[in-house]
C-alpha cells in the first residue's frame, strides 16, 4: 500500500504560480513512477505529467508542456508539481498518483494509488 497525501493548491490569479506537493508513505517511493492528474468541473479527470522513479525521465500533457514541471526528492519521499503562468482552463482539482508504467503510457488504470486532491483555482 502506498498513502498519497497532496497539498499546495489554492486560489491564485492568472499568469501566477503554485507548487503543489506530494507526500509519500507506505512501500518504498522509489520504486514507483509518480504522476499528477487533474480534474476540471464536468469534465473527466486528465494527465498532467509524469516522473520516473529516479526522476530522470518526465513526461507532460501538450497543455502544460513548458508551463509546469514536475519532480521528485526520493529522499523526502515527495513529489512536486511547479506550476507557472497559470491560466483559468488550469482550474481544477489536482490528483497525485503512484503506479508502475513508463513516464510515456501513464494513464488512470495504470495508477495503483491515488492520493484525495487539492483544489487549484485560478482567477481570471
Known amino acids: 500500500q502506498v498513502q498519497l497525501v497532496e497539498s499546495g493548491g489554492g486560489l491564485v490569479q492568472a499568469g501566477g504560480s503554485l507548487r503543489l506537493s506530494c507526500a509519500a508513505s507506505?512501500?518504498?517511493?522509489?520504486?514507483?513512477?509518480m504522476s499528477w492528474f487533474r480534474q476540471a468541473p464536468g469534465k473527466e479527470r486528465e494527465f498532467v505529467a509524469a516522473?520516473?522513479?529516479?526522476?530522470?525521465?518526465?513526461y507532460y500533457a501538450d497543455s502544460v508542456k513548458g508551463r509546469f514541471a514536475i519532480s521528485r526528492d526520493n529522499a523526502k519521499n515527495t513529489v512536486y508539481l511547479q506550476m507557472n503562468s497559470l491560466k483559468p482552463e488550469d482550474t481544477a482539482v489536482y490528483y497525485c498518483?503512484?503506479?508502475?508504467?513508463?513516464?510515456?503510457?501513464?494513464?488512470?488504470?495504470?495508477?495503483?494509488?491515488w492520493g484525495k486532491g487539492t483544489l487549484v483555482t485560478v482567477s481570471s
Open positions: 498518483a503512484a503506479g508502475r508504467s513508463d513516464v510515456t503510457i501513464v494513464t488512470i488504470e495504470r495508477m495503483g494509488y
Open positions: 516522473i520516473s522513479m529516479s526522476g530522470s525521465r518526465t
Open positions: 507506505g512501500r518504498p517511493f522509489s520504486t514507483y513512477t
